[in-house]
């Protein structure tokens, strides 16, 4: 990703995090904007469900995980899911983000709440709430 990184690094405004620290994790969260997720390899990649949460736009490789499953499947989002190895197309996504939170576009700020929906359907309640109707579904059958 040092190519991704050397394209941006001299864009005025644009902070890159190696790694979101977990001591800061909610104040860098809170004051991001574009979440980079270069991963090619993920489990389910929570830190893209806790930065859409925070109002943040991921821009991802496609890779399974919540990004095949969730974002995927987004009429909205899924614009910034990338096919890897396309690294020139991950950069054009990040730059196009970052030029509409750069004017305050209109569409920047649909993205949040499209992405904050998002999330919130996977919110520990909403989740808790399927698992307590899978779970009592199950005793039923097994009495």
Not at 11 to 20: C, V
Not at 56 to 69: C, E, L, Q, S
Request: contains cysteine; hydrophobic residues 45%.
């Amino acid at each position: 990703m040092q190519w991704v990184y050397d394209k941006i690094r001299d864009i005025r405004n644009i902070e890159i995090y190696p790694h979101l620290p977990i001591n800061e994790y909610s104040r860098l969260l809170s004051e991001s904007h574009i979440l980079l997720f270069p991963s090619r390899y993920e489990s389910f990649g929570l830190v893209i469900l806790d930065a859409m949460a925070s109002g943040v736009i991921p821009v991802a490789f496609n890779v399974r995980g919540v990004v095949r499953d969730v974002l995927l499947n987004d009429k909205v989002l899924s614009d910034y899911i990338i096919d890897y190895p396309n690294i020139k197309l991950f950069i054009k996504k990040i730059l196009e983000l970052y030029n509409l939170w750069n004017r305050s576009n209109d569409k920047f700020k649909e993205l949040i709440l499209e992405a904050c929906k998002l999330a919130n359907e996977y919110s520990w309640n909403n989740v808790g709430i399927l698992w307590a109707k899978v779970l009592g579904k199950l005793l039923k059958e097994t009495h």
